[in-house]
């Protein structure tokens, strides 16, 4: 396994539109985080799923937000009528729910949004 | 919700030099990583530490869960260690993980 895989590195997308980042990661793991930073600050929490359940959501994430995990595997971030202010990285994350939790974190999506 | 302290924010060595980073956290935690960030954005793992102590080579850290702290030690420090090193933080009762704002460290040659 080569660890946490998100795609694609880097996007850049006009105000309005809509985006869609993926998640793959590490096979055995069953927890999967979602993350955003922007520049100077630490990775504020989104969401995060256990298998392909939901289990909680940020404030930070508004109905222009959704992310899901449909088989419990792979997780999609997707943006709605992006805005400028939804400029960051954004990082996801996995790792297991039992014994060592220790988790690993992909190389992040850049999203601009001019 | 959790707080979670990071300490100092900013951080400035001469190649050689030790170092001490801080964490302090709120609340009890089932979980504390210790992570670098690289100059691309990747978080690199350093340390899962929810307690006790542990080295890896010139870096080691301690963590009292007790008195919810923990502590990134760095010794002879080179300009490769240069960067953000964040502590995050799961929490007893609930599985999500937090943040802290960081330190960024910077090693003069």
């Known amino acids: 396994d080569t660890g946490v895989s998100q795609n694609p590195r880097h996007k850049i997308t006009k105000r309005g539109q809509n985006v869609t980042f993926r998640c793959d990661p590490i096979?055995?793991?069953?927890?999967l985080y979602w993350y955003r930073q922007t520049l100077g600050q630490g990775p504020e929490f989104l969401t995060y799923f256990q298998n392909e359940a939901q289990l909680e959501k940020s404030r930070l994430l508004s109905d222009r937000f959704s992310a899901e995990r449909p088989k419990g595997s792979f997780s999609t971030l997707e943006i709605q009528r992006t805005e400028q202010g939804d400029s960051a990285m954004y990082l996801c994350?996995?790792?297991?729910?039992?014994?060592?939790?220790?988790?690993?974190f992909g190389q992040g999506t850049r999203l601009t949004v001019v | 919700g959790i707080q979670v302290e990071q300490s100092p924010p900013d951080l400035i060595l001469q190649e050689g030099a030790n170092s001490t980073l801080r964490c302090n956290f709120s609340d009890s935690v089932n979980n504390l990583q210790w992570f670098h960030q690289n100059p691309w954005g990747q978080l690199i793992n350093l340390f899962y530490i929810p307690s006790g102590t542990k080295q890896n080579g010139r870096l080691s850290a301690t963590t009292v869960a007790t008195e919810r702290y923990s502590l990134l030690y760095i010794s002879s420090s080179q300009t490769t260690d240069s960067g953000v090193y964040f502590c995050a933080v799961e929490l007893n009762n609930n599985n999500d993980m937090r943040f802290g704002a960081g330190t960024r460290l910077t090693v003069k040659p």
């Open positions: 096979s055995e793991h069953n927890r």
């Open positions: 994350a996995s790792s297991l729910s039992w014994g060592v939790t220790e988790a690993f």
